[in-house]
């Protein structure tokens, strides 16, 4: 099958909805943070993959902020759309809400990025199709994908710039402070 040059970003806009079972919570009654990236992981993935009409890789995620806790019993929605078209990469936007079936109170529990990358049949990046978009909402989300990637990248360059200036000899004064103890083990 010969792909699309170009395809909207309402064919693969994805939604799924699970109960949350008690299975997934942690010891304290909420459902953990693991299984909530995991069904992320999942939604990106399905909406990625009906844009690229391949299999895609998840290679970073951004933004994961559990802003309110979810509970037994709530329904998750996750609502999955391609933001951004890179040659082979694509950034996909998800919406976590949490509804409660009882009060019909729906909460908004964190939106994510996740970077996902086509694969061909040889397990090498492909390309992907362009992105059309057909309002103000999904250009403004193009431009801060763009915008996202730019940043992300100068983060990345002076990470590694800082990191390969730490100096171990002055560690103590630095650490001056600290909520931690040196206590080397020879
Ligand atoms: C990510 C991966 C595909 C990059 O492969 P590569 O041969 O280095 O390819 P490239 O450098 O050409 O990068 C391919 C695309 O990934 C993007 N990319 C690479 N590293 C990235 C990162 N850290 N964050 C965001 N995007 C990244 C590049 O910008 C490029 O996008 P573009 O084509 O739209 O410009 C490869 O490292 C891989 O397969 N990783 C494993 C992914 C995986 O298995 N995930 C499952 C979870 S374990």
Not at 57 to 81: I, N, R
Not at 82 to 108: D, F, M, P, W
Request: aromatic share 4%.
């Amino acid at each position: 099958m010969t792909k699309v040059d170009a395809k909207p970003v309402r064919v693969s806009q994805t939604t799924i909805t699970e109960l949350m079972i008690p299975a997934y919570a942690n010891f304290g009654g909420k459902i953990h943070g693991g299984t909530l990236l995991s069904l992320m992981d999942k939604v990106a993935y399905a909406c990625a993959s009906k844009h690229a009409e391949t299999y895609c890789v998840t290679v970073s995620v951004d933004k994961v902020e559990f802003l309110q806790p979810v509970e037994v019993g709530e329904l998750v929605s996750m609502m999955a759309s391609v933001n951004y078209a890179g040659n082979t990469s694509l950034v996909v936007g998800i919406r976590v809400e949490a509804q409660n079936i009882k009060t019909g109170i729906i909460k908004h529990t964190n939106s994510s990025f996740f970077t996902m990358v086509a694969k061909d049949d040889n397990d090498k990046p492909t390309q992907v199709p362009k992105l059309i978009l057909e309002n103000e909402e999904e250009i403004k989300r193009f431009i801060e994908a763009m915008r996202m990637k730019e940043i992300k990248a100068k983060v990345r360059d002076e990470m590694d710039d800082a990191k390969s200036k730490i100096q171990l000899n002055n560690a103590r004064s630095i650490l001056n402070g600290e909520r931690c103890q040196i206590k080397i083990r020879l």
